[in-house]
Structures are given as structure tokens and as C-alpha cells.
């Protein structure tokens, strides 16, 4: 029988890996998104979309389906599902990896504030000053933390419209990464931006924004990423997790 491999994602590194996974015979492989996207770019093999109702709720579904491995590939701020898939995996002793993309970290001539939260995040956009134009590149799930400030223009962009409360001077730019450099120029220029708000999403699909800011003397203000699971190897790349899977089931897995 193959090899029942659970992806948990919706990541750029989750569909990647599922690819990669893919073109294995011995290997099957289910890849679980949110469903928080309303078109998500669907990887190859099985997929499931939807919540699994909780790590007990995950366990059941770990037992009924026969998974043999699951891969944590899920966004550095998806904390709950990564807190999760440890339970789960810990209940029904299925082996567990975390695939996380490395941090960003500034370089010379960066202008960053980090925070702790989004909340943070917005008392950081305040205090810079009345008027500030701002892009607001955390996604759209959180900007009930911005609904407040209304002696600011934010620029939101997201693959998604968000849904209310949202700040009260707010232009949504619909968009889905990867970004180019001279795209996200554009972008800061276009929109005459000041400030940038980010989270610490890690990798370079995303990245560009940050090395725009850099040129363009805006200060970025930098949301830390959340505790994560102890106890739980993990694989910066791909290639590491792939190459973890071959180790449990013999196949030839690269990329």
C-alpha cells in the first residue's frame, strides 16, 4: 500500500511539496487547506478543504484515513492548526514534520519596528504620525485591529475583500503573491505610501516589499511570528521534507 502522506497547507511550500510528492507511485498524498480563500490554487493529488473540528478532531480523521505522516507546510501564523496537528499527531503516534520557511531578518539600511501583535501593529501606525498613508499587507482576516484609526489612509491588499469592521479610509487592492520588485516600487510610489505593515511571513514570494521600502526610505512595521509547537522537527525546505518522507517510506522524493 502507498505511503499516506498529510500535507497541511495552502502555502506556496505546501503545493510545491505536493508536487513534488506527487509524481511518487509509493506515495499518496492529501493536501488540507483552510478553505479561507474562496479560489485556492489547488496542488496536485487528494485535497480536503476545511477545519478537522480541533486536534481530537484531526486524530479521527488521522485514524479513519490510514495517514502514515503529516507535514505541518501551513502559514508561520496559522498557530492553531500547527498546535493541532502536535496533538493529533502525538495521540495517534503518527510521525509529525514542520515545514517553515525561514524569517525574515533586516539588513542594512532597513527601517523596521517590530511588535507582538497586530494590535501593537496599529499603536505603531499611530504613533508615527496623522495622515500616514500605509500599507497593510497582514491579510484580511485581521483588520479589526486598524478599524479604529481613522487619521490614516490604509492601502489593504489581499487575495480576498475582507469583511467589516475595516479602517474608515481604506483602498483594497486585490491581489495574489508572488510579487515582483519593480512591482511592489510601483505600488509604494503609485499610492505615495509612508509606512508598511507586514507579518514575518518568510520567503521570497512576498519579499519584494520589504527591499522596496528599503529604497524608498519607508520605515516597515514588522509582526513577530507566534510561539510554535515544542517537540516538532522541522524542515526549512522542500527538499528537507521531501527527503524526510523518502527516509519513512523509500521513495525517491527531490525538489
Given amino acids: 500500500m502507498p505511503v499516506h502522506v498529510l500535507v497541511l497547507g495552502g ?8 508536487e513534488v510528492l506527487h509524481t511518487h507511485p509509493d506515495l499518496r498524498v492529501t493536501s488540507s487547506l483552510a478553505g479561507r480563500v474562496a479560489a485556492p490554487r489547488l ?33 508561520p501564523f496559522a498557530e492553531r492548526i500547527s498546535f493541532n496537528a502536535a496533538g ?8 509529525l514534520l514542520a515545514l517553515r520557511r525561514p524569517g525574515w531578518v533586516p539588513g542594512e539600511g532597513d527601517d523596521w519596528r517590530q511588535v507582538d501583535s497586530l494590535a501593537e501593529a496599529a499603536r505603531a501606525v499611530q504613533e508615527a504620525g496623522t ?28 487575495v480576498d475583500a475582507p469583511e467589516p469592521p475595516c479602517p474608515p479610509h481604506m483602498e ?25 505593515v507586514t507579518k514575518d511571513s518568510g520567503g521570497a514570494a512576498t519579499a519584494p516589499k520589504l527591499t522596496a521600502a528599503r529604497e524608498a526610505g519607508v520605515p516597515v512595521v514588522v509582526v513577530r511570528r507566534p510561539p510554535t509547537p515544542g517537540g516538532v522537527p522541522e524542515a526549512a525546505t522542500v527538499a528537507e521534507a521531501a527527503a524526510w518522507i523518502q527516509a519513512r517510506s523509500g521513495a525517491t522524493a527531490s525538489g
Fill in 11 to 18: 502555502t506556496t511550500e505546501a503545493r510545491r511539496l505536493a
Fill in 88 to 95: 493529533a499527531a502525538a495521540t495517534t503516534h503518527v510521525p
Fill in 131 to 158: 495622515g500616514r498613508r500605509a500599507f497593510l499587507t497582514t491579510g484580511r482576516m485581521g483588520l479589526a485591529s486598524f478599524a479604529h484609526i481613522d487619521d490614516a489612509h490604509f492601502l489593504v491588499r489581499s
Fill in 172 to 196: 483594497l487592492l486585490l491581489d495574489r503573491g508572488p510579487f515582483t520588485l519593480a512591482g511592489e516600487r510601483d505600488v509604494l510610489a503609485r499610492h505615495r505610501i509612508d509606512i508598511l
Fill in 43 to 75: 496542488p496536485p493529488g487528494e485535497v480536503r478543504i476545511g477545519g478537522f473540528g480541533g486536534a481530537d478532531g484531526m486524530a479521527r480523521w488521522l485514524r479513519e484515513h490510514a495517514v502514515d505522516a503529516v507535514i505541518d507546510a501551513t502559514h
